[in-house]
């Protein structure tokens, strides 16, 4: 991953932290716009072949297993 990418991942998990913490998101809409953008990327990557999709899906997939561990609302 770039240095752009690892920045941008950084700032949308600091986001989504905070978004939860203060109570802005429910952690099951969070997880659910998690699981869109995965389902997404696994798609693109499934119909493209291209290496990027599947890369960020494994990222987003890794931040889904994170997220699965914030406090139930």
Same mark, same amino acid.
Request: no cysteine.
């Given at each position: 991953? +770039?240095?752009a990418g690892l920045a941008a991942l950084t700032l949308f998990e600091a986001l989504i932290l905070a978004l939860h913490d203060r109570d802005v998101l429910p952690r099951s809409?969070?997880?659910? #716009? #998690?699981? +869109? %953008? %995965?389902t997404t990327r696994?798609? %693109?990557a499934r119909l493209t072949g291209g290496p990027d999709h599947a890369d960020a899906a494994r990222l987003i997939d890794d931040i889904i297993a994170r997220a699965e561990l914030l406090p139930r609302d």
């Open positions: 991953m +770039d240095s809409e969070i997880l659910g #716009l #998690l699981h +869109d %953008a %995965a696994h798609n %693109a």
